[in-house]
Structures are given as C-alpha cells and as structure tokens.
C-alpha cells in the first residue's frame, strides 16, 4: 500500500474520480530490492505495464535498463534520454517496419521464436543479435500468459542455428515463467532447460551471449501473499550456479508488475448501489474496461486489497463492478466494503500501479483514469501532511 496516503488522507482529496495516484519512492525501493539481490543481472523494466514517463525517467535515473514491445515504446525512451543501444526488444513478433525503425535507432538485440520473424530481422536489421523465446513449463500463475510464445528446446536450436546461415548473430535465450509467478522454482526449471539449449548451440560451435530470465516477479495482491523476492533470488543465483555451462556476458531479467504494481491506487467513487436476486452490488466509476482489465483476464481472481472512505468496522459483503453498461464489466465477487458504504462515497483499490491504466479504454465513454503523483505541485491544493498536490 502508499503508506503515508492511507484511506483517511485520500478521501481528502479532492480531484475527480477515478486516478491512479503512484509513489515514485516505492518504485525506487523495489528496483533497489532487485539490483541489491541479484548482483550481476541486469534489470530490464518491461514498461508494457505502466509506460508512464515519470516512473521510466525515476527508473533510468536509478540506473535501470528498459524492455521494449513496439517503436511507440522506444520513442518515450528515447524523450527521456535512454541509449536505444541499451535497449533489448523482447516482443518475438514484430512488425516490419517497426523492426526497421527500431534497427535505425542502434538497437541491436530482437527477440524472435519463428523462422518468418527471423526472416523478417534479416531483410529489416542485417546482422543483428537474435534472442529466442523459449517455452517454459506451465506454473502457479494468476495471470497465464505462455502459450503464445516460445517454441521447445529442439526448435530454439534449429532457429538460431538458422539465425547464422542468414547473418543474424545468435545471441541468446528469453523465457517467462508466467505473469504473477507464485512459485520460485520455476525459474530453476526454466533455467536448466535454457542452459541444455545453450550445450547444446556449443556442440554447433555457437556459444551465446546473454540468458534473459523474464519477468513474472509477483506483487502483493488480496488472495495470496507471494513468497519474498528474496525467495525468488535464491532460487535464480543457486541455479544459474548450477547448470549455466559457460559464463555469459549478460544476464538479464524484465520485472514490470514487481516494481510499479505495489506503488498504486486506484480511487474511485460509487455511482451505484443495488440488490439483485439477494446481492449486493457496488458500482464504480471505475471497471474492467477503463482501468481493472486483469480483472477480466484472470477471472477475477487477482483480488486487489480494498478501503474505502467510510471505514467502518462493520463489514458487508458486496459483488464490485465498473460504470460500462457491459455485464463482463465486474472487478471482483464477494468482497468486503463499509456496511454503511453509499453512493458518492470513495473506493480505494490497492496494488493497482501495473497493467491498469496502461490497458484501460474509453470504452462506453469512460475515460482512462489520469495518474497522479503525491509531492508535485498543482495550484491552490495541498495533500494531507503538507504533501503538495499531484499533477496529471
């Protein structure tokens, strides 16, 4: 949670709902958390989750590398003053022409997991690094994301030895364990069979370069605590210890959900209340659509932690849905509000800082809720605690 902005200090404030507000001192203390525990691995932010300039400009000046999935991705990058040569474009399936522009701008380093994309890199970026997407085993995930990407080990061993005979420079194997990983090992398994694929490119007289262990890296949601990131470290220093059959000159990983997710709120504001069939439903001016669409995409079942601006002791149960006339429009079943709750009254979603506004529409009307930061100034307003206003 925000700490210093609890449920009292954010119903004071008085902006329209809903926003995201974002605490750029804990995005700051999570990627310190990663680059202090994983000595010699490179934190790349994969900033599909939330490509907020301010949080990119608070990470590159932490020293933090970026993981790019389009050209509109490189260009904000490149605003804020980010080497594109620093770059690694992960996306395995890219457009030409993004590929081209990318290439244009000096970044070298494609991720890919078909010979039609290998092809495509050849003809668009001559000679560039190829990474390939390998598939990993299914684990204990609340948001699934494999399936789409990644080929076997027996593939990823014919591509990339493709990859040479077209005049792209093998350069290394990418995995992801699974967005919001609950298990760390998983990265022991993905790491042992990346290691096997990299004996046997060796036996071809191709010796890679870089091992990217993905990201994955779970937050703190309402249903299950995950295990410390000091866990998950464990598990990836033994294992690179044990089965990385050759010293690589880069290690990498792309955390996005473990560094923004934990600095947000969400708030918004109850525009209905209603009884149906001997439920209770709670209406927001926020949904699945226009900011909470990983309630859709896990089935909801990733439970975000709840205030609101009552804050009554006595508890009552309620199904919490968004303003869209859409019947799939529901954030969570069965949650804990004020008894007392009532319309106008203000919600407090935690953990909300990734893949909320950054996948949110204006579907039905509703706008994408802007995002705020506690400590910049805005006029004629000040945050509880003397902290200054936060501007969109």
């Given at each position: 949670?925000?700490?210093?902005?609890?449920?009292?200090?954010?119903?004071?404030?008085?902006?329209?709902?809903?926003?995201?507000?974002?605490?750029?001192?804990?995005?700051?203390?999570?990627?310190?958390?990663?680059?202090?525990?994983?000595?010699?691995?490179?934190?790349?932010?994969?900033m599909k989750c939330n490509p907020d300039r301010r949080i990119l400009t608070q990470l590159h000046g932490l020293g933090s590398g970026f993981e790019i999935a389009s050209?509109?991705?490189?260009?904000?990058?490149?605003?804020?003053?980010?080497?594109?040569?620093?770059?690694?474009?992960?996306?395995?399936?890219?457009?030409?022409?993004?590929?081209?522009?990318?290439?244009?701008?000096?970044?070298?380093?494609?991720?890919?997991?078909?010979?039609?994309?290998?092809?495509?890199?050849?003809?668009?970026?001559?000679?560039?690094?190829?990474?390939?997407?390998?598939?990993?085993?299914?684990?204990?995930?609340?948001?699934?994301?494999?399936?789409?990407?990644?080929?076997?080990?027996?593939?990823?061993?014919?591509?990339?030895?493709?990859?040479?005979?077209?005049?792209?420079?093998?350069?290394?194997?990418?995995?992801?364990?699974?967005?919001?990983?609950?298990?760390?090992?998983?990265?022991?398994?993905?790491?042992?069979?990346?290691?096997?694929?990299?004996?046997?490119?060796?036996?071809?007289?191709?010796?890679?370069?870089?091992?990217?262990?993905?990201?994955?890296?779970?937050?703190?949601?309402?249903?299950?605590?995950?295990?410390?990131?000091?866990?998950?470290?464990?598990?990836?220093?033994?294992?690179?210890?044990?089965?990385?059959?050759?010293?690589?000159?880069?290690?990498?990983?792309?955390?996005?959900?473990?560094?923004?997710?934990?600095?947000?709120?969400?708030v918004a504001t109850v525009i209905g209340i209603a009884e149906r069939s001997g439920r209770r439903w709670v209406h927001l001016d926020v949904g699945a659509f226009?900011?909470?669409?990983?309630?859709?995409?896990?089935?909801?079942?990733?439970?975000?932690?709840?205030?609101?601006?009552?804050?009554?002791?006595?508890?009552?149960?309620?199904?919490?849905?968004?303003?869209?006339?859409?019947?799939?429009?529901?954030?969570?079943?069965?949650?804990?509000?004020?008894?007392?709750?009532?319309?106008?009254?203000?919600?407090?979603?935690?953990?909300?800082?990734?893949?909320?506004?950054?996948?949110?529409?204006?579907?039905?009307?509703?706008?994408?809720?802007?995002?705020?930061?506690?400590?910049?100034?805005?006029?004629?307003?000040?945050?509880?605690?003397?902290?200054?206003?936060?501007?969109?």
């Amino acid at each position: 949670m925000l700490g210093v902005l609890g449920p009292a200090a954010l119903a004071r404030l008085s902006y329209e709902t809903p926003f995201l507000l974002v605490d750029l001192d804990q995005v700051a203390t999570a990627y310190l958390e990663f680059a202090e525990l994983m000595p010699g691995i490179d934190v790349h932010y994969a900033m599909k989750c939330n490509p907020d300039r301010r949080i990119l400009t608070q990470l590159h000046g932490l020293g933090s590398g970026f993981e790019i999935a389009s050209i509109a991705e490189l260009r904000e990058l490149e605003a804020i003053g980010v080497d594109p040569a620093e770059v690694i474009y992960s996306n395995p399936v890219k457009p030409a022409a993004h590929i081209a522009a990318a290439a244009r701008s000096n970044v070298w380093r494609f991720a890919f997991d078909s010979v039609a994309e290998l092809e495509k890199l050849a003809e668009h970026a001559p000679g560039a690094a190829v990474y390939v997407r390998q598939r990993t085993a299914a684990g204990q995930t609340t948001v699934p994301s494999e399936g789409k990407f990644g080929v076997d080990g027996k593939r990823a061993r014919a591509l990339l030895r493709l990859a040479r005979r077209l005049g792209l420079r093998p350069y290394g194997v990418a995995f992801h364990v699974g967005s919001q990983m609950l298990d760390p090992a998983a990265w022991d398994t993905a790491i042992r069979q990346s290691t096997e694929l990299m004996r046997a490119l060796a036996r071809d007289g191709i010796q890679l370069e870089m091992l990217d262990l993905g990201g994955g890296f779970p937050a703190r949601y309402a249903d299950r605590p995950p295990p410390p990131l000091e866990a998950f470290a464990e598990v990836i220093v033994a294992a690179l210890g044990r089965h990385l059959p050759y010293p690589v000159q880069k290690l990498a990983i792309e955390p996005g959900r473990a560094l923004v997710a934990g600095a947000g709120v969400l708030v918004a504001t109850v525009i209905g209340i209603a009884e149906r069939s001997g439920r209770r439903w709670v209406h927001l001016d926020v949904g699945a659509f226009n900011g909470l669409m990983e309630a859709l995409e896990s089935g909801n079942r990733l439970r975000f932690p709840l205030a609101d601006s009552r804050g009554s002791a006595r508890l009552a149960r309620c199904h919490l849905t968004g303003p869209t006339c859409d019947s799939q429009d529901t954030i969570m079943f069965d949650v804990g509000l004020s008894a007392d709750l009532a319309v106008d009254d203000r919600v407090f979603l935690y953990t909300a800082g990734a893949y909320t506004t950054s996948y949110a529409s204006d579907f039905n009307g509703f706008a994408i809720p802007p995002t705020y930061l506690p400590g910049e100034a805005l006029p004629g307003e000040a945050l509880p605690g003397g902290l200054r206003t936060p501007v969109g």
